[in-house]
C-alpha cells in the first residue's frame, strides 16, 4: 500500500507564494504519474497538476498555467507543487494523488492513491 502525505499549505496574501510538498511512502508504484488536485468550499475537486514519472511531461489546467510548477524527486519520493502569484480563487484543500501507470491525466478516477490534502488559504 502507499501513502502520501501532504504539507506545506497555509495562508498567504495575494501575490504571495508557497510550496507544497507530497511524501509517499509503502510500495512504490513505478512507472507512474503523480498528480495534484484542489476542492475549493462548495466545489468540486478539480485538477490542478500532474507529471510522469521522469517528469519528461507535465500537465495544468489553464488557470494556473505560468503560476504552479509540478516537480519530482524520486530519489526521495516526493513531488512538489510551487505556487507563486497566488489569488484568492486559489484557496482550496490540495490533494496529492498517485496512479500506476503513464500518462500525466487529469482524469481523477485513473489515481488510485490519495493524500489527506492540506489547506492553502489565499487573502486578498
Known amino acids: 500500500q502507499v501513502q502520501l502525505v501532504e504539507s506545506g499549505g497555509g495562508l498567504v496574501q495575494a501575490g504571495g507564494s508557497l510550496r507544497l510538498s507530497c511524501a509517499a511512502s509503502?510500495?512504490?508504484?513505478?512507472?507512474?504519474?503523480m498528480g495534484w488536485f484542489r476542492q475549493a468550499p462548495g466545489k468540486e475537486r478539480e485538477f490542478v497538476s500532474a507529471?510522469?514519472?521522469?517528469?519528461?511531461?507535465?500537465n495544468y489546467r489553464d488557470s494556473v498555467e505560468g503560476r504552479f510548477t509540478i516537480s519530482r524527486d524520486n530519489a526521495k519520493s516526493t513531488v512538489y507543487l510551487q505556487m507563486n502569484s497566488l489569488k484568492p480563487e486559489d484557496t482550496a484543500v490540495y490533494y496529492c494523488?498517485?496512479?500506476?501507470?503513464?500518462?500525466?491525466?487529469?482524469?481523477?478516477?485513473?489515481?488510485?492513491?490519495w493524500g489527506q490534502g492540506t489547506q492553502v488559504t489565499v487573502s486578498s
Open positions: 494523488a498517485g496512479k500506476v501507470g503513464p500518462g500525466a491525466t487529469a482524469t481523477q478516477n485513473m489515481y488510485a492513491y
Open positions: 509503502g510500495r512504490t508504484f513505478t512507472p507512474g504519474a
Open positions: 507529471i510522469t514519472w521522469n517528469g519528461g511531461s507535465t
